[in-house]
């Protein structure tokens, strides 16, 4: 049978409200059978985040860990912000049980939210993010993250149709966000409203999600760990919350799922002070190093800039582009990179036959990395003895730490055993770029220590420590701690690291 794409509807198959204009029509392939005519249907792109299949593969978790992810997304852009405006974070989270909804609400003392990126995050057909296409050793950036936040309630909604309700304070506005399903047209309605508030210092965002749907695993314990060890890879936090270990405050109310299920809540707030003010570490609105990038990752960066400017946005000239690379501030180091590519003036330039010329965009890095030196690896950020000595206040704490550079581009990583009677077993804290990982990082790769004596070989960080000197039934806290611009990860969860030639 043959097949023709025409514009009109077949009398057969009427198209839902759905379909658009192209159907197709069967066309006689010489004997009478019916035959079924199929129609064309166009699924909106934007329930990639509506479903839990889809908002599993958008997190990198499954629903169980949903409102840990919340909390991270959250705690990361809250630092970040800070970070961005050279302000010592003072973050506050608190966790709130009110019957029918559970509510997650981190506020932050940076320079807050845009209304206008609020409403570019609210459309759900595109990416929003200040981080996305740079390469640096940022938290995340995946650059959707708070698309996830927004319609994680949603998807968890037992409401009947579901809904989903978000809040953010920020520079005199409140926008509260309610975030529903056309179930016809499978398109998102967004309910975006604006009230003018009082004007506060920061960022306040408060997410409801449904008490009876939340996932069981969704413990206290999980949030103070996680809690904690924000406070462990971020010396320079302060960090408030209503929450305390099991058995050392008030619980309230009894769990809607269970016995396992306990959140406890406490009258004085539990308080992580800061160790350090101005702590040095690399900012996420610092310079990037043109020795980070690889050809296609500038011709990434280069792409959204142009992207940008076909939107309304100014077409950047090379040598503005330019100038936003470390060690390429100076004008005579502008001059020697741009004289080399005398036929590019502006970044649209780059542009031939719609897409950026990879050859030319290589010329640039050559260029540029001619020009630059590598970053030392003490710039991104050393959390130091002190502050683990000062978390575990009392334990005595054994702390190495590596540095170096691996082809141009600088790391740290920072191991520290801290013996703790109070555990049942050992504990390990991962961290990435001064955020936690919820699991071994490393996980994926064979580890190799070598002593005088003998070596040890283990898959991944725990793999390793079980075949060192760790049994499980230790008592010791292991913190390990990463920091490198290039991170590439397995998984969009941003939790297992990709170990190539890297
Ligand atoms: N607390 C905050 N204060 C100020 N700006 C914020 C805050 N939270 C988010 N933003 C802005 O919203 C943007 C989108 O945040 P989102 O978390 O979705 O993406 P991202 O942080 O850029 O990348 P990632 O997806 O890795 O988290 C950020 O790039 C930032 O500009
Ligand atoms: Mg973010």
């Known amino acids: 049978m043959a097949l023709k794409l025409t514009g ?39 329930l990639e985040y509506f479903t839990e299949r889809e908002l599993s593969y958008q997190t990198g978790h499954s629903r169980e860990a949903w409102p840990r992810v919340i909390l991270k997304e959250l705690m990361d852009n809250a630092l970040d912000a800070c970070e961005n405006a050279s302000v010592d974070p003072e973050i506050k989270v608190e966790l709130r049980d009110e019957g029918q909804f559970f509510s997650i609400v981190v506020e ?27 390469v640096s050793p940022t938290r995340g950036a995946q650059g959707n993250a708070l698309k996830t936040v927004f319609t994680i309630p949603y998807v968890l909604s037992a409401s009947t149709p579901k809904e989903g309700t978000c809040e953010i304070e ?10 529903r399903l056309d179930m016809i ?32 695993s969704f413990a206290s ?3 103070l760990q996680i809690l904690s060890d924000y406070h462990l890879f971020n010396p320079h936090l302060a960090l408030t919350t209503n929450l305390r270990k099991r058995g050392t405050g008030k619980c309230i109310g009894a769990s809607p799922l269970g016995a396992n299920y306990e959140l406890i809540y406490i009258d004085n707030e539990g308080y992580y002070k800061a160790t350090v003010s101005n702590w040095h570490k690399w900012k996420p609105n610092d310079f990037t190093s043109p020795l980070w990038y690889s050809t296609d990752d500038l011709k990434k960066l280069i792409a959204s800039h142009v992207a940008l400017a076909q939107d309304g946005g100014r077409d950047l000239t090379l040598r503005e582009f330019v100038a936003q690379f470390r060690g390429l501030t100076s004008t005579a180091k502008q001059k020697a990179v741009i004289s080399r590519l005398p036929r590019i003036k502006r970044l649209s330039d780059f542009v031939s036959n719609g897409d950026v010329d990879s050859a030319l965009i ?20 050393i959390i130091g003895e002190e ?60 580890l190799l220590h070598e002593t005088r004596k003998e070596n040890f070989e283990g898959s991944g960080i725990k793999g390793l420590a079980s075949r060192y000197k760790v049994d499980c039934k230790d008592k010791i806290h292991i913190v390990c701690h990463m920091t490198y611009p290039r991170f590439r990860f397995k998984d969009r969860g941003k939790t297992i690291l990709e170990v190539g030639n890297e």
């Open 362 to 381: 290589s010329v640039l890095l050559e260029n540029m990395r001619s020009q630059t030196r590598p970053v030392p690896p003490q710039n991104l950020g």
């Open 8 to 46: 009109n509807y077949s009398k057969h198959n009427k198209p839902t409200p759905t379909a658009k204009v192209s159907q197709v029509e069967s066309v006689k392939d010489g004997t009478d059978n019916k035959v079924l005519h199929r129609s064309m249907f166009e699924t909106s792109r934007m």
């Open 185 to 216: 047209k499978q398109e998102p309605r967004i309910e975006h409203k604006r009230v003018e508030i009082v004007k506060n210092q920061g960022c306040r965002v408060s997410v409801w999600l449904d008490n009876t749907t939340i996932p069981h």
């Open 221 to 223: 314990e999980q949030f």
């Open 108 to 134: 932050d003392n940076g320079p807050g939210i845009q209304p206008e990126v609020v409403t570019k995050i609210l459309d759900f057909r595109t990416k929003t993010s200040d981080k996305e296409a740079y």
């Open 387 to 446: 502050h683990f000595v000062k978390c575990f206040e009392g334990r005595k704490v054994k702390y190495t730490r590596k540095m170096g550079g691996k082809d141009n581009i600088p790391f740290i990583v920072e191991v520290a055993y801290i013996p703790d009677e109070d555990l049942e077993e050992v504990k390990f804290h991962f961290g990435l770029n001064f955020a936690p990982v919820s699991s071994d990082p490393l996980q994926s790769c064979s």
């Open 170 to 179: 920020s520079q005199g506005i409140r926008h509260t966000i309610k975030v």
